[in-house]
T-cell receptor, first 111, second 116 residues
Framework: QKEVEQDPGPLSVPEGAIVSLNCTYS??????FMWYRQYSRKGPELLMY????GNKEDGRFTAQVDKSSKYISLFIRDSQPSDSATYLC???????????FGTGTRLLVSP | GAVVSQHPSWVICKSGTSVKIECRSL??????MFWYRQFPKQSLMLMAT?????????EQGVEKDKFLINHASLTLSTLTVTSAHPEDSSFYIC????????????FGSGTRLTVV
């Protein structure tokens, strides 16, 4: 069993839809949770960073962490074609410990 | 924000030659640098962790003699793929954590290596 599970997709939605992306994990020691967006042939770009449980909102993006269920989510409101990319969840325990990534979910937003 | 500059963005080399990839932290001191490789449509695989002034720690299955990592300063880490072969063709990405609060890990733009 992988430490972090993420549906690879692809997830296809029309422009303007609300997108829900999710990851589950098994290591209860994870404290820091991140969502990255990666366009083809580019390095990952940090979208959201959350410590411990709770919600965080930034513009059209909302990140949720439920440590009791070992479940994290990223919501994208009013999705745009420019949001079409691969979304990676990542987490780590703290300090300079290595990131553990999900497989990434490919999102396609059609005009 | 914290920026990691990675060069080159793409490189083609002949089989048997060596290729060096550089990652520079532009506005912070990168005590630790992580090196990843990524195959098409797959997630990032951690290859090694380098700390400034000490030997890199390699993940299981990664050949340390093939993938030489140098982290001689707080702003520069390099990955050298020695005696490259076509199976080394991949996307290589570096990452570091600025250590300035809730910033998260920042990534370089990646290097696409093609060995012919």
């Amino acid at each position: 069993q992988k430490e972090v599970e993420q549906d690879p997709g692809p997830l296809s939605v029309p422009e303007g839809a609300i997108v829900s992306l999710n990851c589950t994990y098994s290591n209860s020691a994870f404290q820091y949770f991140m969502w990255y967006r990666q366009y083809s042939r580019k390095g990952p770009e940090l979208l959201m960073y959350t410590y411990s449980s709770g919600n965080k909102e930034d513009g059209r993006f909302t990140a949720q962490v439920d440590k009791s269920s070992k479940y994290i989510s990223l919501f994208i409101r009013d999705s745009q074609p420019s949001d079409s990319a691969t979304y990676l969840c990542a987490m780590f325990t703290g300090g300079f410990q290595k990131l553990v990534f999900g497989t990434g979910t490919r999102l396609l937003v059609s005009p | 924000g914290a920026v990691v500059s990675q060069h080159p963005s793409w490189v083609i080399c002949k089989s048997g030659t060596s290729v060096k990839i550089e990652c520079r932290s532009l506005d912070f001191q990168a005590t630790t640098m992580f090196w990843y490789r990524q195959f098409p449509k797959q997630s990032l695989m951690l290859m090694a962790t380098s700390n400034e002034g000490s030997k890199a720690t390699y993940e299981q299955g990664v050949e340390k003699d093939k993938f030489l990592i140098n982290h001689a300063s707080l702003t520069l880490s390099t990955l050298t793929v020695t005696s490259a072969h076509p199976e080394d063709s991949s996307f290589y990405i570096c990452s570091s954590e600025p250590g300035q609060g809730a910033m998260g890990y920042t990534f370089g733009s990646g290097t696409r290596l093609t060995v012919v």
